[in-house]
C-alpha cells in the first residue's frame, strides 16, 4: 500500500489522498483548493493521476474542501462510484451544483469586466457538470464493511464536525489505516462527539486548530454579549456563516437565547441563504447523526425568516432596524453575504461575527487580521464595523481536543501523518504528539509519496 498526498499538505484546503495497493488505486477526498491564488491555481494543474484508473472515491465529508473537487474528476474521466455516508450524499447535492454555479458567475464576471488573463474565462466546471458527478455519489451506513477492490475494506465512524462527517478506516492486508477527516468536538451542541479509536498501524489527522487551543467560556453569553452591544448602539449583526453545520448550531444558540429572554425577542434574524436552508432541512432529515430532538430542530430552526430571492436579500439591507443577518460564505469568500458586507461593513454600529476557521488569502481572514477595506465586486469597501471572532464555535477540534482523542489508542500508530493544517498549525501538532505521546509523525508535503508496507 502507498499513499501519495495531493493535498491539505502545508495547507487546510484541497483534501486528496492517492492511495495504491495491488495495482488498484482508490481516492480518499476530493477536495478544492481554496484561498490564496497560488493555491486555487492547483484546482487547474494536471493531476499526477489518470481519473478513469481509479478503482473508486471515499469521502469523509462534504464540505468543499474535501468533495468540491468531484465535478472536475468526473468531467476529466472518472466513472466509478464515490462512496460516503448518506448525510453527506445529500448535502453534496446543495453544495456541488451550487459550486458549479459559482464557478460560473465568477467565470462570467470577469468577462464582463475584462478582469481575467484567459479570454474567454471559462469556469472550473459547471452547474451541470456537478449534477453529473452526483450520479456517482452512492450513500453508506456507519459501521458496516464496504467491500473493495483488491480485497480492501472500509468503514465510517462518526467524527462529528459536520452532518455525516465520518472517519475512514480502511483495512488491507492485515492492517489499518485510518483518515481522521475533520474531526468535531467532544462538546459540540448539535453535533455528536467523534468516536473513540483505539488502534490503527496507519494514522492520518487533521491540524487545522493544531497550534491553538479554543476559548473557553459559555457561547451562548457571548453571542448575546455581541447581539444586545450591536443593537444598544442600533447596529446589526451580520454573520458570515458556513452553510452547512455552522448556520444550524447558530439557530440554535439564538433560538435558546430569545426563549430565554437574553436578547432582543423583537429582533428579527434572516437567514440569507438558500442553501442553508435546504442543508437545513437535510439536518432534520437525519436526526440519528446529530443530538438535536425532532421538536427541538423544529423550534430552533423557526427562529429565522428564510429569504429565498435574490430582491427579498437586497430589501433586508433596505430595512434600517436592528437585525441579525445569517448568510453564506463563511469565509467571506463569495455569495450573498458579500453583499451585506458592502452595506454594512462600513457602518460603526454594525458587528460582523466569524464563527470559524479563516483561511489564509480570504475575506474573513484579511479582516481580522485588520484589513481597512476588503475588495468587494471590484471595489475597496472600508470595513468600520466592529469585528468579533468566536472560535469557541468552531467544528473542528483543538489542539488539546486531538490529543485526548488520540490518547485512546492502545498503542501508538506505526506512522502518523499530520496534514490539513497551516505550517505552523501542523508542525505544532506534530511537536506535541511526538513530545507528549511518543509517537513517530511526520508532516508530509504535496506530492510526497510514503509506502505503507515497507
Known amino acids: 500500500m502507498k499513499i501519495m498526498f495531493l493535498g491539505a499538505a ?16 482508490l481516492l480518499v477526498d476530493c477536495g478544492l483548493f481554496q484561498g490564496y491564488k497560488q493555491l486555487r491555481l492547483k484546482n487547474w494543474a494536471r493531476l499526477p493521476f489518470d481519473p478513469a484508473s ?28 464515490v462512496v460516503c455516508t448518506d448525510a ?59 467491500k473493495g477492490p483488491g480485497g480492501l475494506e472500509a468503514r465510517f465512524l462518526r467524527a462529528g464536525h459536520i452532518l455525516g462527517a465520518a472517519m475512514i478506516e480502511l483495512t488491507f492486508s492485515g492492517s489499518r489505516l485510518l483518515f481522521s477527516g475533520d474531526l468535531g468536538r467532544p462538546s459540540d451542541p448539535t ?33 448575546a454579549d455581541v447581539v444586545n452591544r450591536a443593537a444598544a448602539r442600533g ?20 433560538h435558546r437565547l430569545k426563549q430565554a429572554g437574553r436578547i432582543p425577542r423583537d429582533m428579527p434574524v434572516f437567514m440569507d441563504s438558500p442553501m442553508a436552508m435546504d442543508a437545513s432541512d437535510i439536518f432534520a432529515a437525519h436526526p440519528a447523526d ?32 436592528p437585525k441579525i443577518i445569517l448568510s453564506a460564505s463563511g469565509m467571506a469568500t463569495g455569495g450573498r453575504i458579500l453583499h451585506h458586507l458592502k ?32 475588495k468587494i465586486f471590484g471595489e475597496q469597501i472600508p470595513i468600520n464595523a466592529e ?32 496534514t490539513h493544517g497551516e505550517p505552523q498549525a501542523s508542525d505544532t501538532l506534530r511537536q506535541r504528539i511526538a513530545d507528549e505521546l511518543g509517537w513517530p509523525c511526520l508532516v508530509p508535503e504535496y506530492r510526497d509519496e510514503h509506502d505503507l508496507t515497507a
Open 10 to 25: 502545508g495547507t487546510v484546503t484541497g483534501s486528496k489522498y492517492l492511495l495504491t495497493h495491488e495495482q488498484h488505486h
Open 54 to 81: 481509479l478503482d473508486a472515491v471515499l469521502l469523509t465529508h462534504a464540505h468543499l474542501d474535501h468533495s468540491g473537487y468531484l465535478p472536475l474528476l468526473v468531467k476529466l474521466g472518472y466513472r466509478g462510484r
Open 88 to 146: 453527506t450524499r445529500d448535502l453534496c447535492g446543495i453544495l456541488l451544483p451550487d459550486s458549479g454555479h459559482l464557478q460560473e458567475q465568477d467565470a462570467a464576471f470577469a468577462n464582463r469586466r475584462g478582469s481575467s488573463k484567459h479570454h474567454p474565462a471559462l469556469p472550473l466546471y459547471t452547474e451541470e457538470d456537478a449534477r453529473t458527478a452526483l450520479r456517482r455519489l452512492s450513500g453508506f451506513p456507519f459501521h458496516q464493511a464496504w
Open 191 to 223: 453535533m455528536q462527539a467523534p468516536e473513540i479509536v483505539e488502534s490503527a498501524d496507519y494514522l492520518v489527522v487533521e491540524s487545522t486548530y493544531g497550534n491553538r487551543v479554543h476559548e473557553g467560556g459559555d457561547p451562548a453569553s457571548r453571542i
Open 235 to 254: 447596529g446589526s449583526v451580520i454573520i458570515p456563516a458556513f452553510a452547512v453545520g455552522r448556520t444550524q448550531m447558530l439557530l440554535v444558540y439564538l
Open 290 to 321: 446529530h443530538k438535536m430532538t425532532p421538536a427541538e430542530t423544529r423550534a430552533a430552526f423557526a427562529v429565522a425568516r428564510y429569504v429565498r430571492s435574490a430582491d427579498d436579500s437586497k430589501e433586508i439591507d433596505r430595512q434600517a432596524m
Open 343 to 374: 452595506s454594512y461593513g462600513p457602518d460603526r454600529r454594525n458587528v460582523i461575527l466569524f464563527t470559524g476557521f479563516q483561511a489564509g488569502g480570504t475575506r474573513g481572514a484579511a479582516m481580522l487580521a485588520g484589513a481597512k477595506t476588503v
Open 387 to 418: 469585528l468579533c471572532d468566536l472560535g469557541m464555535l468552531s467544528a473542528h477540534a483543538d489542539s488539546t481536543e486531538i490529543l485526548a482523542w488520540l490518547r485512546n489508542f492502545k498503542k501508538p500508530p506505526r506512522m502518523t501523518f499530520i
